[in-house]
C-alpha cells in the first residue's frame, strides 16, 4: 500500500491543472506573520501564485496553528470567528470578522480558550446565539461537546466523553461530527442542535501496513457528500506523507486515499471547494515552503501543487 501510494505521488504531480480561462475561487485564509500579527484576507484556490496582502492585520496576538481547528467560517454571512493568543501572557480571545467589511465586529476575552478545538459555525444566515459548535479537550483526559454564544461566551454542554480531541466538522444535515480516540479505539460521534447525540460509531483504518497518525483536519465536501480527514502516513522511520482519508460510515473506516502530499509535507488545513466543483484543496509545507494541493475527489487525482507564499494556518 505505502509503495503504491508513494509512486502514484510521483506520477500525479506530472498531471497538470488547467482549470477554465479566468475562473476564480476565493477563500479566506488566515495567517500568522513574523512579527506576531494575525492576517486576514483572500486568496484564489485555481491561482494561488498571485498571493494579494492581507485585508484585516491585527497586531500582537497569534493564531494557533496546527491540528486545533480554532477557526470557522459562515459562508452565508461571510462571518469568521477564531481563538487568538497573546504570545507574551498566554491570555486567549474570541474574535468575530465581517470578511465583507474587513472589520472587527467583536473581540472578547476568553480565559480557557486554548482548550477549544474544531469550531464549527452552523450555516445560518442570522447570528443567532448559540451558533458555534466546539470540542474542549481538558488536561484530565475530557473531550467537552459545546455551543458556545459568540456575544456573552455563554456555553451549553452536549456531551462530555473519556478520550483526546483528534478533529471534528459540520457535516451533512448540518450535524456535527466530532473524531476522538481513547484505549477502547477511535469513535466519530454526530450531534445536532435539536436532538443532541445522534450516533456514536467505532471507526478503524482501511488496509495498511502501519497505523498512521491522525486523522486531522476534518473537513464536510457538500457538494460531493463527503466527508474527509488528513492522516500522515509513515514510510520509514525518517519519513512521512499526509494524505486525504474518507470517513466512510458504512463500513466504520477511514478508508486511504490516494490524494497525498509530497513526502515530508506538514499538513496544515484542508477545505473543501465551495463553488459545487468536486475538488479539494490541502495546505501542507515541507521546510519554509507552503504548497495548496488541489485534489479531485471522484478521481482522487492531485491536480497541482502550488507553492504559495502565504503560511497559510486556516482556510475557508
Ligand atoms: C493569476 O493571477 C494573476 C494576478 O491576478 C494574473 O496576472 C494571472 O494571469 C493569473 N493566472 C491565471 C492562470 O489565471
Ligand atoms: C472510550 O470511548 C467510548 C465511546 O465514548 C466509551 O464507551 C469508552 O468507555 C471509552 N473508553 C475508555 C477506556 O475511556
Ligand atoms: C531506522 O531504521 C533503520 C533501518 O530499519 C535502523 O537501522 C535505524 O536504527 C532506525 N533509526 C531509528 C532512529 O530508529
Known amino acids: ?10 506520477f500525479l504531480c506530472a498531471v497538470t491543472f488547467t482549470p477554465s480561462a479566468h475562473a476564480t475561487n476565493y477563500g479566506v485564509v488566515i495567517s500568522n506573520s513574523e512579527d506576531t500579527s494575525i492576517q486576514i484576507g483572500l486568496v484564489d484556490y485555481l491561482n494561488v501564485s498571485y498571493a ?41 480571545f474570541l474574535y468575530t470578522v465581517d470578511c465583507d467589511e474587513w472589520s472587527i465586529i467583536n ?40 455551543k458556545i454564544d459568540q456575544l456573552s461566551l455563554d456555553i451549553v454542554i452536549y456531551d462530555i466523553l473519556d478520550g483526546n480531541y483528534y478533529s471534528s466538522t459540520l457535516g451533512s444535515n448540518e450535524d456535527y461530527f466530532v473524531t476522538y480516540g481513547n484505549s477502547s479505539g477511535i469513535f466519530v460521534n454526530v450531534y445536532s442542535t435539536l436532538h443532541h447525540k445522534i450516533s456514536e460509531q467505532k471507526f478503524g483504518f482501511s488496509d495498511i ?56 509535507s506538514i499538513p496544515e488545513a484542508n477545505v473543501p471547494d465551495a463553488n459545487n466543483l468536486n475538488y479539494v484543496y490541502s495546505v501542507g509545507y515541507v521546510g519554509s515552503q507552503y504548497y495548496l494541493y488541489s485534489y479531485n475527489i471522484y478521481t482522487q487525482l492531485l491536480l497541482n501543487a502550488a507553492p504559495i507564499s502565504i503560511p497559510i494556518a486556516a482556510a475557508f
Open 1 to 10: 500500500m505505502n509503495k503504491t501510494l508513494l509512486s502514484l505521488i510521483a
Open 52 to 92: 494579494p496582502p492581507p485585508s484585516l492585520v491585527i497586531t500582537n496576538l497569534v493564531y494557533n496553528s496546527g491540528y486545533y481547528q480554532q477557526s470557522t467560517y459562515n459562508y452565508n454571512t461571510q462571518v469568521l470567528t477564531f481563538i487568538a493568543t497573546d504570545p507574551v501572557t498566554q491570555n486567549t
Open 107 to 146: 473581540s472578547l476575552s476568553f480565559p480557557g480558550g486554548a482548550e477549544l478545538r474544531g469550531l464549527a459555525s452552523d450555516q445560518t444566515n442570522n447570528n443567532n446565539p448559540f451558533n458555534i459548535w466546539t470540542t474542549a479537550q481538558t488536561g484530565n483526559g475530557l473531550v467537552i461537546v459545546s
Open 209 to 264: 501496513a502501519e497505523t498512521p497518525k491522525g486523522p486531522i483536519n476534518m473537513i464536510y465536501s457538500k457538494f460531493t457528500n463527503t466527508l474527509l480527514a488528513t492522516v500522515i502516513v509513515s514510510t520509514d522511520n525518517t519519513s512521512s506523507f499526509s494524505t486525504l482519508a474518507f470517513v466512510d460510515r458504512k463500513s466504520s473506516t477511514f478508508q486511504i486515499t490516494t490524494m497525498a502530499s509530497f513526502a515530508n
